[in-house]
Antibody
């Protein structure tokens, strides 16, 4: 069965960086886009961007351009999201999610499987 | 990219039907047949309920249905059950390989 398993909770100081991992299993990792979505406490879901695990191509939401980097390691079927210059308002649960289309249409079209989420707390 | 607009809360009694709206623009909801809906229980990851405006993934109850007219998409839950109490989010493709989520709606079963 398809599973996305994320790394554990992190506590970071303002100005630091955080790198969250998302290990995929149960399907061909290179066949589907991986998206990252975050949710601040009590707030809505916010789309951050995607990575194409086959080509390594990425696309980021304008809000995060310059601060986010999405990478992958195909050998271990794992995607990563690194966010730098952390601020207190980056405190959130970060989710990875699989794009639904295996053709890559529209970078996935929808999000059919999700990781369990990783809480990142930014505090001095 | 502005968030899609959803009502903050919707409520209904068991067995009733409720509808959640999701209003976007001609650049997102109105331009593509790529609205999806997600159910999220507290402390849990979102779950896909509807994709491509109105398609239901395998395993999702047929009490959930989606539709769209112009720039507004809708999720209808019929035969409301206690387990349907959760937050619901719409999401739309917004062009240039980007996505935008809605503001979220809390469904309460009275």
């Amino acid at each position: 069965q398809v599973q996305l398993v994320q790394s554990g909770a992190e506590v970071k100081k303002p100005g630091a960086s955080v790198k969250v991992s998302c290990k995929a299993s149960g399907y061909t990792f290179t066949g589907y886009y991986i998206h990252w979505v975050r949710q601040a406490p009590g707030q809505r879901l916010e789309w951050m961007g995607w990575i194409n695990p086959n080509s390594g191509g990425t696309n980021y939401a304008q809000k995060f351009q310059g601060r986010v980097t999405m990478t992958k390691d195909t050998s271990i079927s794992t995607a990563y999201m690194e966010l730098s210059s952390l601020r207190s308002d980056d405190t959130a649960v970060y989710f990875c999610a699989r794009g639904g289309y295996n053709s890559g249409w529209y970078a996935g079209g929808f999000f059919d499987y999700w990781g369990q989420g990783t809480l990142v707390t930014v505090s001095s | 990219q502005s968030a899609l607009t959803q009502p903050a809360s919707v409520s209904g009694s068991p067995g009733q039907s409720i509808t959640i709206s999701c209003t976007g623009t001609s650049s997102d909801v109105g331009s593509f047949n790529l609205v999806s809906w997600y159910q999220q229980h507290p402390g849990k990851a979102p779950k896909l309920m509807i994709y491509e405006d109105s398609k239901r993934p395998s395993g999702v109850s047929n009490r959930f249905s989606g539709s769209k007219s112009g720039n507004t998409a809708s999720l209808t839950i019929s035969g409301l059950q206690a387990e349907d109490e959760a937050d619901y989010y719409c999401c739309s493709y917004a062009g240039s390989s980007t996505y935008v989520f809605g503001t979220g709606t809390t469904v309460t079963v009275l």
